[in-house]
């Protein structure tokens, strides 16, 4: 930690991504003083230049400012209207508070009276957007300590797909990143705009570049087997006692605040397959969420998915029966097995698939139905999910024996 005062450490001020101008070490010849990669992996060639129309005012922790994975760098580099404010969070509620606004300012932060930004007709969208960067706990902070925030009109988006930030820690699995939600939020706003694909592209081939060059197991800090992308042994040797699975959970839990303080995710729809003999489980859990037609028109869930409807405890108990004792659950996601945990239903390990240091060859919005999930009719997004991840288990264990 510097001893230097705050005011000499961060200085409040709108970041600025000029090649020209060091915001690293200068003495360092092998590192971008731009994007902060190594040199070797810098990617600013490749960002395009986005004349977007609405303005974008990034508000970013300052923890956040030298983190070579920071998307909101990328952000700042790409778009023609985009300015981006870093400080302590004090610093910014001073400066913030008497910046001028426009008068369709508009906050994009999930809340119980935010506003879905793709349904809102073109008068009805913001001109400013105000973006939040920094990790999950960072944005509630700044949130907290800048008043200002607080009273703009807020708006949220409703992901259909999980995150792509393979190379950093989330909440959740339709959890974004600075990039992905700006993106998201700019399409929806003005749809019109060329470019935000290719930004995404340049988001990717970061994160592809990223995993070919980790050295260690960045989630869990273990020393990898030499050659090997860390994929568990179980998932090469004995895929008979992998059991691939997917849930979904209650809409109010989903960090929309709608949710009570502290109350855990519940799971509303679980479905798995082991990949041994094909053995098929599937369970809808009883909640208020499968009354809201929207929600469950988005999960694709028809009344033939719901059967059976059972309350948590008899799920627990449906589950428990399925698995055998030396079963190792499979789930893409650190949160799909975590719904397992806060309910008690976690009765054997599991393996998240996604901390497997392996580019898929197969995409996830590939329609081909695995073999052995081919008797499975529904059509709804878990039985996807479900199968994109038995996809990828088959490719991991096609890989190991060649």
């Not at 820690?169 to 935000?196: C, D, K, M, Q, Y």
Request: net charge positive; aromatic share 6%.
């Amino acid at each position: 930690m510097s001893s230097l005062p705050r005011s000499r450490r961060f200085p409040i001020a709108t970041q600025s991504l000029n090649p020209n101008e060091s915001l690293v070490d200068p003495d360092s010849p092998t590192r971008c003083h731009v994007c902060f990669r190594p040199r070797s992996l810098c990617f600013c060639k490749l960002i395009p230049k986005v004349a977007n129309q609405t303005e974008v005012l990034i508000m970013q922790h300052r923890r956040e400012r030298s983190h070579p994975f920071n998307t909101a760098r990328i952000v700042s580099q790409s778009l023609q209207r985009c300015q981006v404010m870093v400080a302590y969070n004090h610093e910014l509620a001073e400066r913030f508070a008497t910046m001028p606004l426009s008068d369709r300012v508009g906050l994009l932060y999930p809340g119980e009276n935010a506003k879905l930004l793709s349904d809102l007709e073109p008068e009805e969208r913001p001109r400013q957007l105000v973006v939040i960067d920094g990790t999950w706990h960072h944005a509630k902070t700044l949130f907290r300590d800048i008043p200002r925030l607080q009273t703009l009109p807020r708006y949220r988006l409703a992901p259909s797909e999980p995150g792509r930030y393979r190379i950093r820690r989330e909440p959740n699995e339709h959890a974004l990143s600075t990039l992905e939600a700006t993106v998201a939020a700019l399409s929806a706003i003005e749809p019109n705009t060329p470019g935000f694909d290719r930004l995404l592209d340049v988001f990717d081939h970061m994160i592809v570049d990223q995993l070919k060059v980790s050295k260690s197991n960045w989630r869990h800090n273990e020393a990898r087997r030499p050659g090997s992308p860390n994929v568990p042994r179980v998932l090469t040797k004995d895929i008979s006692k992998i059991v691939v699975a997917y849930g979904e959970q209650e809409r109010g839990n989903t960090g929309d605040g709608s949710s009570t303080p502290n109350q855990p995710p519940a799971p509303l729809y679980w479905n798995a397959v082991r990949m041994g003999t094909g053995e098929f489980f599937r369970c809808a859990i009883q909640s208020d969420s499968l009354k809201d037609e929207a929600f469950m028109n988005r999960l694709r869930l028809t009344s033939a998915d719901l059967q059976p409807l059972v309350s948590v405890d008899e799920f627990r108990k449906r589950w428990r029966a399925f698995l055998r004792p030396d079963d190792r659950v499979a789930t893409f996601h650190r949160s799909t097995s975590k719904l397992l945990e806060d309910v008690g239903a976690d009765f054997t390990p599991s393996i998240v698939l996604k901390s497997i240091a392996l580019k898929p060859k197969t995409k996830e919005c590939d329609p081909r139905t695995p073999e052995i999930l081919a008797n499975q009719t529904s059509n709804s997004r878990p039985m996807r999910r479900l199968a994109w991840a038995v996809r990828f288990v088959e490719e991991l264990v096609e890989r190991s024996k060649s």
